[in-house]
């Protein structure tokens, strides 16, 4: 039953398949009908570009930046 799932593991399923959708269009959530707002998107190519190598991939910055975010709002674990 989906409501008794602890939080953290309905987080971590909604941003493993995010990641997974957008690895499949090749990091273009507009593709997803996602419609992520333009300056969203440029400041997430913008905070990968800032990254040092090896750089993350959409999916992988897409995941870190929801993951920080669901557990600054205490749906998930905070990040060691």
């Known amino acids: 039953m989906l409501w008794f799932a602890p939080m953290e593991k309905i987080a971590a399923s909604i941003t493993q398949i995010a990641a997974e959708a957008l690895l499949k269009?090749?990091?273009n959530a507009r593709?997803?009908?996602?419609?992520?707002?333009?300056p969203v998107a440029t400041a997430l190519?913008?905070?990968i570009a800032d990254q040092p190598e090896p750089r993350p991939?959409?999916?992988?910055?897409?995941?870190?930046g929801l993951s920080e975010w669901l557990a600054g709002k205490g749906y998930l674990p905070a990040p060691p």
């Open 25 to 27: 269009v090749g990091g």
């Open 31 to 38: 593709g997803l009908g996602a419609d992520l707002p333009e």
């Open 45 to 47: 190519k913008a905070w």
């Open 57 to 64: 991939s959409w999916p992988e910055a897409v995941e870190r």
